[in-house]
């Protein structure tokens, strides 16, 4: 699969995280909402995006993984 060349915007991401924090755990949708109050590059706000997408259909070892992709980006 090739990379996103869609440069998705801070609403994007803010969006996409109301979309599925219901399904992610309370203190890292906390840690995002926090981390969103920075100025981030865009390739931060891509990365972090992609992270998001289609959460609520993931497997649990997948959310795993990027529970942790996630933790790793925002405790920088």
Known sequence: MGKCTIDHSYGDVLAKLEDQSDFMPDPLVQ??????????SQETLNELFHLLKKYDLA?????EKRNHEIENMTNK
Not at 31 to 40: A, D, G, M, P, S
Not at 59 to 63: G, I
């Open 59 to 63: 497997s649990k070892p997948e959310r």
């Open 31 to 40: 840690n995002v909402y926090k981390f969103l109050q920075q100025t981030l």
